[in-house]
């Protein structure tokens, strides 16, 4: 059974920071694959940010320069730094995981973590 734990979303003013972390389950592995998505009300998921296997990063355009995602310590573990924060900001922020060694791949979902920017 994969599990993901998000964790560091919250409210932050304007031009704040916050860090969130995705945990995944030692099941999870290989994988392939972390995004970072976000959701706004009414509106599709979108891309944040993602980091692959072989450390490939690709970012949201809007929020390239701002956001930085990486490794964290814990095996497993994907961050997110968001800095400069933007009441546009505001969202749901899931964790995606990829996993496997090739296609065909199996994802997983995180529970979904509020962001909240104030202006």
């Known amino acids: 059974q994969v599990r993901l734990r998000e964790s560091g979303g919250g409210l932050v003013h304007s031009g704040g920071s916050l860090r969130l972390s995705c945990e995944a389950s030692?099941?999870?592995?290989?994988?392939?694959?972390t995004t970072w998505y976000r959701q706004f009300p009414g509106h599709q998921r979108e891309l944040v940010a993602s980091?692959?296997?072989?450390?490939?990063?690709n970012y949201g355009d809007s929020v390239r320069g701002r956001f930085t995602i990486g490794r964290g310590d814990a095996e497993n573990t994907v961050y997110l730094e968001m800095n400069s924060l933007k009441p546009e900001d505001t969202a749901v922020y899931y964790c995606?995981?990829?996993?496997?060694?090739?296609?065909?791949?199996?994802?997983?979902w995180g529970q979904g973590t509020q962001v909240t920017v104030s202006s």
């Open positions: 995606n995981v990829r996993t496997g060694w090739t296609a065909p791949y199996t994802e997983y």
């Open positions: 030692e099941s999870a592995s290989p994988i392939d694959m």
């Open positions: 980091i692959t296997r072989r450390g490939t990063l």
